[in-house]
């Protein structure tokens, strides 16, 4: 079977070549950590974005 002959009876498939990997729900950058989120590690700038997200959340709980 020629190649023409082949794409009209299959198509032409422009998807991804092989199989995806399975992802797991790993944590795979540091600013998504608990520790950041909080400011627990002691990053100057991780604590002032924990105080900002701590204003944040409490506006609705007035």
């Known amino acids: 079977m020629s190649?023409?002959?082949s794409i009209l009876e299959n198509g032409i498939n422009f998807g991804r070549g092989g199989?995806?990997?399975?992802?797991?729900d790993k944590v795979k950058?540091?600013?998504k950590k608990k520790?950041?989120?909080t400011g627990a590690h002691g990053s100057g700038?991780?604590?002032?974005k924990a105080k900002?997200?701590?204003q944040r959340a409490?506006?609705?709980h007035k």
């Open 58 to 60: 409490n506006r609705k």
């Open 19 to 24: 199989e995806r990997q399975k992802q797991d």
């Open 3 to 5: 190649d023409f002959d």
């Open 45 to 48: 700038s991780a604590m002032q």
């Open 29 to 31: 950058t540091k600013a």
């Open 35 to 37: 520790k950041y989120i």
């Open 52 to 54: 900002y997200r701590k």
